[in-house]
Structures are given as C-alpha cells and as structure tokens.
C-alpha cells in the first residue's frame, strides 16, 4: 500500500457505501507475513536474498508497514488511527465472530498432512552423490 491514507480511506468509504445499498456485511482482513513483530527485519532479510539484495542496499524492498499477526487491540487501534469509529470497527469483529461460528472443523494432530512428492531418480543419486558438499 504506496497510496496516500486518505486514499485509501477514500476507497474504504466507498467500499462501505457499496456493501450498506447491498446489505452485505465487512469484516477486517489484513495479510500476514510474519508471527511477531520483532520478526520484521528477518522477513526483510528474506526478502533481499530473495531480490538478490544486500540487507544494506538502498534500494532492497522493505515492509511497508507491519505485516505480522496481530492483536484485535492493534487492530483496532490502527482503524481508530484511520478515522473509523469504535462502532464500525466492533461491527466488523463481530461480522468474523459469525463467521467463526459457522466453521467446524478437526485437523488431526497425529497425521502429516504435507504431500509427499516422489523425487525422479536422477535428482536422488545426485543428491546422493553431492550431500556432503551441500551440508556444511
């Protein structure tokens, strides 16, 4: 998000109008990169090597704004800070309540659900044949 944050209130108003003359519910979304924000400059660090980058670089991608998990008080306190009010704001909480309440679901914690990929042949006796230079 390189947009001004006018703009993008701007583009939140107007997403709000549209949902209110179609009577659908919002809810608060926010993308997550990283559990912790202590965490931020490992996911940059991640990212240069990712970019060929020196962590040093001028020019290397940075976060542009905290992309780890969340409390609903951050959250709350980073809409408040956006100029939506306490009201719009435990509307939304309680539009993902809902949702919650919908969802039923066990993930069997004595399986791996991972899915095993066979590897072709020649990359295995390469593998084999290299592991030690690879493992240091």
Same mark, same amino acid.
């Given at each position: 998000?390189?947009?001004?944050?006018? &703009?993008?209130?701007?583009?939140?108003?107007?997403?709000?109008? /549209?949902?209110? %003359?179609?009577?659908? *519910?919002?809810?608060?979304? !926010?993308?997550?990169?990283?559990?912790?924000? %202590?965490?931020?400059?490992? /996911?940059? +660090?991640?990212?240069?090597?990712?970019? !060929?980058?020196?962590? $040093?670089?001028?020019?290397?991608?940075?976060?542009?704004?905290?992309?780890?998990?969340?409390?609903? =008080?951050?959250?709350?306190? !980073?809409? =408040?800070?956006?100029?939506?009010?306490? =009201?719009?704001? +435990?509307?939304? /909480?309680? +539009?993902?309540?809902?949702?919650?309440?919908?969802?039923?679901?066990?993930? *069997?914690?004595?399986?791996?659900? /991972? *899915?095993? $990929?066979?590897? *072709?042949?020649?990359?295995?006796?390469? $593998?084999?044949?290299?592991?030690? &230079?690879?493992?240091?």
């Amino acid at each position: 998000q390189d947009k001004p944050a006018w &703009k993008i209130h701007e583009a939140n108003i107007a997403i709000q109008s /549209f949902a209110e %003359k179609n009577d659908t *519910p919002l809810l608060i979304s !926010g993308d997550v990169h990283y559990i912790h924000a %202590k965490d931020q400059e490992i /996911f940059e +660090t991640a990212l240069a090597i990712k970019d !060929g980058k020196r962590i $040093y670089d001028t020019d290397r991608r940075l976060a542009s704004h905290q992309l780890h998990l969340q409390s609903q =008080e951050e959250i709350t306190h !980073g809409l =408040e800070n956006a100029w939506w009010s306490a =009201e719009t704001i +435990t509307q939304w /909480f309680s +539009t993902i309540q809902t949702i919650v309440n919908r969802i039923d679901i066990t993930i *069997p914690m004595d399986t791996i659900l /991972f *899915p095993k $990929y066979e590897v *072709p042949e020649d990359i295995s006796k390469l $593998y084999t044949e290299q592991k030690e &230079k690879l493992i240091v």
